[in-house]
């Protein structure tokens, strides 16, 4: 069995000499045995007591209080039940905390986007963030407006290699040009970009959007406010958006 002097236990416990001491002369953490020369010793048993203070301690409860807890016939119970709570609180805390680094590397990432880290492209990304899944579901419904003319394109273009009517293709190119019209008009009146410059949110003219160079976050677009050309941020669009 191991043995620890009131240093080594306050040490273990990073607590003061003077607190243990205290401890002592209140009760609650009473030495098992005395060494020759006075001095006091320490079990594993009283180390594991002294952790189970500490912890009550910082869950604010006072000295009376962890004296009449630990000297209840049910201590443990209560205790084990403390303990429970407090370990769903931190878990909490971990989640918190994970979902805060996410956030802060989405910010870093889109603030190399937009070319600074001034105080008006934390807004911006900040903005982007908020409507983030806003801007998820208008992708996902692109999507699926895509997928049926795609099947259709891909059919027609094998049934006309592998048995020469070709019909079926011309059916799709006649549909998909005012389909793709439609829903681009669609997504656009959706979405808006930001300009890395002013920071002002815009919605440019369908002609320069279709046609701009992008990349899946960005388009490059002149902004109407400052006549800046590059690269702006897309996010989806709200009511302090700018048209063109």
Not at 92 to 108: F, G, P, S, W, Y
Not at 199 to 207: G, N
């Amino acid at each position: 069995m191991s043995k620890y002097t009131t240093g080594e236990i306050a040490k273990l416990c990073r607590v003061t000499v003077r607190t243990v001491q205290y401890y002592d002369t209140r009760g609650i953490l009473v030495p098992t045995e005395l060494s020759e020369g006075g001095r006091r010793l320490y079990s594993d048993e009283d180390l594991g007591r002294m952790r189970v203070i500490c912890f009550l301690r910082d869950l604010g409860l006072s000295i009376d209080a962890v004296s009449a807890l630990l000297s209840e016939d049910d201590s443990d119970s209560v205790i084990s039940l403390l303990l429970d709570q407090r370990e769903e609180e931190l878990k909490r805390d971990v989640e918190k905390q994970k979902e805060n680094l996410a956030k802060i590397a989405a910010l870093k990432n889109g603030m190399k986007k937009l070319g600074g880290s001034s105080v008006e492209s934390i807004a911006d990304m900040a903005y982007v963030m908020t409507n983030k899944q806003k801007l998820k579901k208008l992708h996902a419904v692109m999507l699926l407006s895509v997928l049926p003319f795609a099947v259709l394109q891909w059919g027609s273009i094998i049934l006309w290699i592998t048995t020469g009517i070709w019909w079926l293709f011309a059916v799709w190119a006649v549909l998909v040009i005012p389909y793709a019209v439609f829903f681009s008009r669609w997504y656009f009146k959706k979405t808006a970009y930001i300009c890395p410059k002013c920071h002002k949110k815009f919605q440019p003219k369908f002609s320069e959007a279709v046609f701009a160079a992008h990349t899946p976050a960005a388009r490059k677009l002149t902004c109407p406010n400052c006549g800046h050309r590059g690269f702006c941020v897309e996010t989806a669009a709200g009511t302090d958006v700018q048209e063109d």
